[in-house]
């Protein structure tokens, strides 16, 4: 198929129908925008069912997303954005960038949900941006900006709620946008590669920051966020 990107943990392909591409999640782990590369065992087949399970989730409950269908364990069929070149961070507890910027113990409760936009442009290594930048630059309008504010904080607490069910506390996590016929929709994914997910009590870390920081107990981490968010084991798709 013909490729249309390659990121640091998918690859997106075109189809037959234009308003359709492919995404297919690789076993690649990388950190420190590159620097740090290895591989988790069944990560890319983890992570593409964690993103259905959120995906529907947040589509119940009326947030529109560009899923469409998963024709394999490690792809995704989803509609074709226009997307805008940002990310948008949603902070619940002071960690990561948030705690060495500001000094700030990791752990730290926030008295409301933080939201932050990032450039997304890999040369850089995604700097942040504030709403000046965003207008100035031109990279989104006043509306696009609101909208994915708003959007942002909506997730947040759907997906809070949904976490703290299955004993997962929601640190941070990372959002991208893009629209189709004017309309905003929740692009990319959502996993343990984009979001902190903590256990509840322990804060005991189940994400990408195992890999980040070489605490071990990666594979074993991405396969427990699978089992709790989809309901089913992670060993019919690890191979």
Known sequence: MDRIY????????????????????????TAFNGKKRGEIAGKGR??????????RHLERAGVATHLLEQPAPDELLVRRLTMLPLEVVVRNLA???????????EG???????????LKNDQ??????????ILALGLADAAQVAGMEELAGRINELLRRFFAERELELVDFKLEFGEAEGRLILGDE???DTCRLWQVGSHERMDKDRFRRDLGGVDDAYREVFRRVTGKEADHVAG
Do not use: C, Q
């Open 124 to 133: 850089l290594g995604d700097p942040w941006v504030n709403r000046h930048h």
């Open 95 to 105: 960690a990561g960038s948030m705690s060495h910027r500001l000094g700030l113990e």
């Open 108 to 118: 730290r409760p926030l008295s409301l949900p933080v939201r932050e936009f990032y």
């Open 190 to 192: 959502i996993t343990p």
């Open 6 to 29: 390659e990121g640091k943990a998918k690859i997106v392909y075109r189809t037959d129908d234009p308003e359709r591409v492919l995404m297919h999640f690789k076993d690649a782990a």
């Open 46 to 55: 983890m992570n593409a069912g964690i993103t259905v399970a959120l995906f």
